[in-house]
């Protein structure tokens, strides 16, 4: 799924006892979209001696990161060693796996800074345009200029205007989204890792080219983009000859535009640009368990299982492959009526690329439903559930148990959406709600505990997202209800 900080166990209060202990919060009512159901209550006794063999596999994973770089991202070393776990552990109570490839370019953000430094100092927002070149080494620093036009698209645009050494703003035509199509790219899931970005038709980035020519002629070092009233991610891409001489360029929202253009106005202000991508290849696969009869209808149960490379991915997403593996377990042990088929996807973070390599690639005529696991012992956690029918096997547990939880959004940028997309019922559960940066409210830590004004996970998409960096509360509730909801589907 899509931050520097993790979330402490309590002083005094051993691993063991918090595998077993369960959160309390208030009383909520039904409500709608966002709002919390059910009243709190101590898990079941099944969820405690569960747990304790998903951390397990979670350690594993955290050291198998530690032995490889610190991660686990897809097409590297710790992701391969990853997949051999879960396939020797799936082995070893008789399941048939195969792997399915998939491969792609990966474009990795080296350097990705876009900050106002004077009057105000703050992060800004962006995305970063594909195709032009990158900031020299310690990026650009300079003052924020405009254009006469404020597109800057016209050979006249800067003339009579001292721009050389500046960075510019300039407006993107307002008709450039038309055509558009959604994309879904690394550098920013939630923040983070995956985006799903509009990106402008092909044939409508002429004018924004010619704006680029135009401010490196003026002498502009670097320029920002923005579309009047648009406040979603917009993807630029430049790929003809040349392009990669022009100056280095990000996208940010209206809103931010809006502030940098009344601080500029009111007295100035100096933004600093520090942009680099770098293309790759990268060869990964999933890990797919083998159903006895493919034809079958059947429920997925997925979980990806690369990290992003900047960390080990333990919260994202070990706990969730983890949690996946243990669930498969489970199904060996007993047997059921309706068969269940366990996938581990690779390249979740570079745009769910192996579960929409599964859709594009699979039957799907006999898949029934989808149920997504991604980020389930988030150390600040919420219990998030999200879906459009499926759902219901989550939430029918918590209400019989009284515990709490809140609804996220279907689309929620991770790998049920490709199933989404494809007509499929999917379902899913998390400790994020689908936004593992955003921080806690009063409610939510009347709900559940843990800190207001904090995020939910600290450390998503950092180094710190270790084994240390989970709660056993949160996991032990996702885990008691991942195992309900399988036995709903299948018994």
């Keep these: 799924m899509t931050s520097q900080d993790g979330h402490r166990m309590a002083e005094g209060m051993s691993r063991r006892r918090m595998l077993g202990a369960m959160a309390a919060g208030a009383v909520a009512s039904a409500g709608p979209v966002g709002q919390a159901y059910g009243s709190p209550a101590r898990a079941p006794r099944a969820a405690e001696r569960v747990t304790g063999p998903v951390e397990r596999h979670m350690e594993m994973l955290d050291a198998i990161a530690a032995r490889h770089g610190g991660n686990r991202a897809a097409g590297l070393p710790g992701f391969t060693h990853s997949a051999c776990y879960v396939e ?7 399941y048939r796996t195969r792997r399915l490839p ?18 105000r100092q703050r992060s800004v927002f962006h995305t970063v345009a594909r195709g032009v070149a990158a900031s020299p080494a310690g990026g650009d ?9 404020g597109f800057g698209d016209a050979a006249d645009s800067w003339e009579g205007i001292g721009a050389r050494g500046k960075v510019a703003l300039l407006q993107l035509r307002p008709n450039l989204l038309r055509g ?11 923040g983070g890792g995956v985006v799903r970005r509009q990106r402008i038709a092909a044939g409508q980035t002429e004018s924004a080219r010619q704006a680029l020519i135009h401010a490196r002629t003026a002498g502009v070092v670097a320029v920002l983009f923005y579309l009047d009233q648009a406040d979603i991610p917009i993807g630029l891409t430049f790929d003809a000859p040349g392009d990669a001489e022009l100056p280095p360029a990000g996208v940010v929202f209206s809103r931010d535009a809006t502030v940098l253009r ?8 100096t933004v600093r640009i520090e942009l680099e991508l770098r293309q790759r290849r990268v060869d990964t696969f999933s890990v797919l368990t083998e159903p006895p009869d493919a034809t079958a209808a059947r429920h997925v149960f997925g979980a990806h299982l690369d990290s992003v490379p900047q960390g080990p991915g333990i919260d994202d997403n070990g706990s969730g492959s983890a949690l996946l593996l243990q669930l498969a377990h489970a199904f060996a042990a007993k047997p059921a009526r309706s068969p269940v088929q366990f996938c581990w996807w ?3 973070e570079d745009g769910m690329r192996g579960s929409r390599e599964f859709v594009e690639t699979e039957p799907l005529r006999p898949i029934r439903g989808y149920f997504n696991m991604d980020m389930v012992a988030a150390p600040n956690y919420v219990i998030g559930v999200y879906g459009n029918g499926p759902q219901r096997h989550f939430t029918d547990h918590f209400t019989a148990i009284g515990q709490p939880w809140i609804e996220g959004p279907v689309d929620g940028m991770s790998d049920q959406v490709p199933f989404l997309d494809a007509g499929i019922p999917v379902a899913g559960i998390d400790t ?8 806690k409210n009063d409610r939510e830590a009347a709900l559940f505990g843990g800190t207001v004004g904090r995020p939910f996970d600290p450390q998503y998409h950092g180094p710190g997202d270790t084994i240390t960096n989970i709660s056993t509360k949160g996991l032990a509730i996702c885990t008691a209800a991942g195992h309900a909801a399988l036995r709903s589907v299948s018994r």
Excluded: F, K, W
């Excluded at 020797?88 to 008789?94: A, Q």
């Design 432 to 439: 994020v709600r689908s936004a593992p940066a955003d921080l």
């Design 141 to 149: 620093t300079g003052e924020l200029v405009t254009p006469r036009d």
């Design 88 to 94: 020797d552990r799936l082995h070893r109570v008789g």
């Design 180 to 190: 558009a199509r959604p994309e879904y790219v690394a550098g920013g899931c939630h």
């Design 262 to 269: 009344e601080d500029m106005n009111a007295g100035g202000t």
């Design 346 to 348: 690779g390249g979740e």
């Design 102 to 119: 998939v491969g792609y370019e990966r474009t990795d953000h080296i350097r990705d800074v876009v900050e106002q430094v004077r009057p």
